[in-house]
């Protein structure tokens, strides 16, 4: 057994570090179905026990082996049923040797018990703990674009402490769309459209919430894609999002109490839940998809509600942004075809760039084509996973023009004179 086991993580291996078989960009021989996790923080310990059952089916004739993210997790077992499973970490993956090989007919599942402490995906403060979009620091999982999956998230918080979780996602959505925060938050709420907006923290932010919300209705064609949307003001400086919950710095919060025509921030990460979570990228290549079409909406709305100086001056700055950057040698295509992880696939690039990028294209194609096309594709892919060849034939199709040259130019070419 522990022959076989040796050989097959030496395959491993080589896919690993072999020059161009990059395992981000390699399909997985089996697919996630659904995760089951359960989670109880310790504050005072920075820790987190967790349980994950990650229902799975093979997509090869004989699947003797799982390849898993788990970040730096300590793992304390893995069981098929009652049967312990072998296992290996490699860096932060798991390897697991399944006891009884699966296949393809077969829905299978393993659970796993583990540890998290703070890590750049898992933020640990004395009265609250937090997740930072990188799925993998809290639950071991197949954190990847284009694994998708449902979720079932239960959190036991001590009852003095609020919760807020992507407790359950119906349509198969990727990990780094999966997230919680708890802890000692003031709470509020109200109602925007049917929608509930819940705030945790301290912040006034209701009536701008909602009018962001109306505004990307309207101008996307689609309603807020759920039924409730959840503002968290936490330590420190993280802004992230998950499907339904957007993570804020308290200090932003704040701020807009002084100065609430500083919408920008909020905005955008309300922007992403159209395009990020209602609509994803198929894969890493073209995040600028869900980075630049929220920027770029962002600004859009702050035309709306103070002017076009106000855009005007936004896109500027989105502007200057990418000419430092390119003039830095920083330069890339927006549909980028080599990052294997989320982190090599963000940065400013892909907003900045692609915010410069579409106000180039509204003003090429006018307001009314440019809108008609982005409802246009909103519609057509909505809770679909999308590339940049999707979203350049709806704008195509709405222009009833060949836009191949504006695309070759901005977005698959590099780089831009």
């Known amino acids: 057994m522990k022959l076989a086991v040796s050989l097959w993580l030496a395959v491993v291996a080589q896919l690993h570090t072999g020059a161009r078989l990059d395992a981000a960009q390699l399909p997985h021989n089996y697919g996630v179905e659904q995760y089951e996790v359960a989670i109880t923080p310790d504050l005072a310990a920075k820790r987190i026990l967790g349980e994950v059952t990650i229902h799975f089916q093979s997509r090869i004739d004989r699947l003797d082996a799982l390849e898993l993210d788990a970040g730096d997790l300590e793992i304390a077992s893995v069981l098929d049923g009652a049967v312990r499973q072998w296992f290996e970490r490699k860096g932060r993956l798991l390897i697991v040797v399944l006891a009884t090989p699966a296949r393809p007919s077969e829905h299978r599942s393993i659970t796993i018990r583990y540890q998290a402490g703070p890590a750049k995906g898992l933020v640990f403060f004395p009265d609250q703990v937090y997740t930072s979009s990188f799925a993998s620091d809290w639950m071991v999982c197949s954190d990847r674009p284009d694994e998708r999956a449902i979720l079932r998230l239960a959190i036991a918080a001590p009852g003095n402490l609020k919760v807020a979780a992507t407790e359950r996602i119906d349509s198969p959505a990727p990990p780094y769309l999966y997230g919680f925060a708890v802890g000692a938050f003031d709470e509020s709420t109200s109602e925007v459209n049917g929608v509930k907006l819940r705030v945790l923290g301290r912040a006034s932010i209701s009536e701008l919430t909602g009018a962001a919300m109306r505004f990307l209705s309207e101008r996307t064609g689609k309603p807020y894609p759920g039924s409730t949307y959840t503002q968290v003001f936490v330590h420190g400086e993280a802004v992230g999002d998950a499907a339904g919950l957007t993570f804020l710095p308290e200090s ?45 909406l962002a600004d859009a709305f702050l035309e709306q509600r103070f002017g076009k100086q106000r855009y ?15 003039a830095d040698g920083k330069d890339r295509t927006l549909s980028y075809g080599d990052p294997e992880t989320r982190q090599q696939a963000g940065g400013e690039i892909p907003s900045h760039k692609g915010a410069w990028v579409l106000y180039q294209l509204r003003r090429q194609l006018t307001d009314e084509v440019f809108w008609r096309g982005l409802r246009l594709y909103t519609d057509k892919y909505w ?23 504006f695309f070759d130019r901005w977005v698959t070419g590099c780089c831009t004179k």
């Open 252 to 296: 932003y919060g704040e701020k807009l109490s002084k100065t609430p025509d500083d919408l920008w921030l909020l905005a955008r990460e309300l922007a992403r839940q159209w395009y990020g979570v209602a609509i994803t990228s198929r894969d890493w290549s073209d995040f600028w998809l869900s980075e630049g079409l929220s920027t770029f």
């Open 383 to 405: 809770g679909r996973p999308v590339t940049t060849e999707d979203f350049e034939k709806s704008m195509a199709t709405a222009a009833r023009k060949d836009l191949t040259k």
């Open 312 to 326: 005007e001056r936004e896109i500027e700055r989105s502007r200057q942004i990418y000419e430092t950057l390119k």
